[in-house]
């Protein structure tokens, strides 16, 4: 099992740690090689280092600092003649102790605030737009896992679309509005979405969907006349698709962002393959687990997170909490290992407070 990183921001900059066996010198030259890196994604060389490096160093006290480096597997060589570049351990340690973390502005704060916000949209709309701003801010792909609605229903509605096809339209007591398309029987007459309506609506009463979805199952089992049959399937079918499948949904946005990175056939498939396990339910559950692992941002670097093994990716993640504190979703974005780190990760915690708030 892969061990769970220390959550690194949680509104405050984060203490740097010792680190063990480094000496100023060679944790400066780290520092460097990363931070050129996540700007370039090109392998560092010594002549470049002394240039930039405060300390006056040679480019062959420089080689010999990244040969030690390098030793401990914090750097690596691409090709016999080139420069260096971090390796998954390297990074980890620089996020671990040397990552500086940027403050978010005013304006940045005002411009998060405003896109989430919420007026006239759904709470799943407001999600959505949630992981396309993040994906743009961080240029990779933002990812948010939506909460189950535990709200009590106010009320519900079922609208024809197209044969075989219908929107439910439903209120909660917070006056948010959710509508999703479910599949329904052929041959429905209107009659039938008017009845779906009425006998849900005077069900309801206070209830989550959850506990008016095991109500219903009972009444249609006990008493079949309460409903014809293809009515009553469309009932079970709208509840269905709000209270099954073990809670929410998982919204992922700007994956072509992280194409854009992919230069290798081996790669590609292997992001082609997290796409597919991102469609999984047991992904959504796992990012959530992911997430309760600390209180603040937590950061996965290669396989580190269990949802990929080797395909140069990292993730950042947060919680986002209702106002009872307790966790209900979770957000963030997924990139190359060589994201800006110290941008991304105020963002994600800030966007997570943002939409807590807006759900408390």
Known sequence: MPRAPTPLFSGQR???????????????ILREVVELYVQTGEPVGSRTLSRRLP?????????????????????YAPHTSAGRLPT???????????????????????????????AGRSMEETLSEAGQMLSGLAGAAGLVVAPKTEAPVKHIEFVALSPGRALVVLVNAHGQVEN?????????????????SNYLNARL??????ETRGAVAEEIQANR??????????????????SGGGGGSLILRGQSKLLENIDEIARLQEIQALFE???????????????Q??????????????????????????????????????????????????????VVDYTARVIGKMLG
């Open 180 to 196: 999703r398309v479910i599949e329904v029987p052929a041959g429905l007459p209107p009659s039938a979405f008017s009845q779906a």
């Open 205 to 210: 009463s206070g209830r989550t969907l959850e």
């Open 14 to 28: 984060a203490e740097l740690p010792r680190l063990s066996g480094l000496n100023n010198r060679a944790a400066a």
């Open 55 to 75: 300390l006056a160093l040679s480019p062959a006290t420089i080689r010999n600092a990244m040969a030690d480096l390098e030793e401990a597997g914090l750097l």
């Open 225 to 242: 006349s309460a409903l014809d049959e293809l009515t009553g399937q469309m009932v079970e079918s709208g509840l269905a698709t709000w």
């Open 88 to 118: 998954e351990q390297g990074l980890r340690l620089f996020v671990d102790g040397l990552l500086e973390f940027g403050d978010l502005s005013d304006e940045d704060r005002e411009n998060i605030a405003a896109r989430c916000a919420a």
């Open 293 to 346: 692992r600390g209180q603040g941002v937590q950061i996965f670097i290669g396989a580190e997170s269990g949802l990929f093994n080797s395909a140069g990716l990292s993730m950042v993640v947060s919680p986002f909490r209702d106002r009872k504190e307790q966790i209900v979703g979770a957000l963030g974005v997924i990139g190359p290992t060589r994201i800006n780190y110290g941008r991304v990760i105020p």
């Open 277 to 291: 396990r991102l469609e999984a339910q047991e992904t959504m559950l796992r990012l959530l687990e992911l997430a």
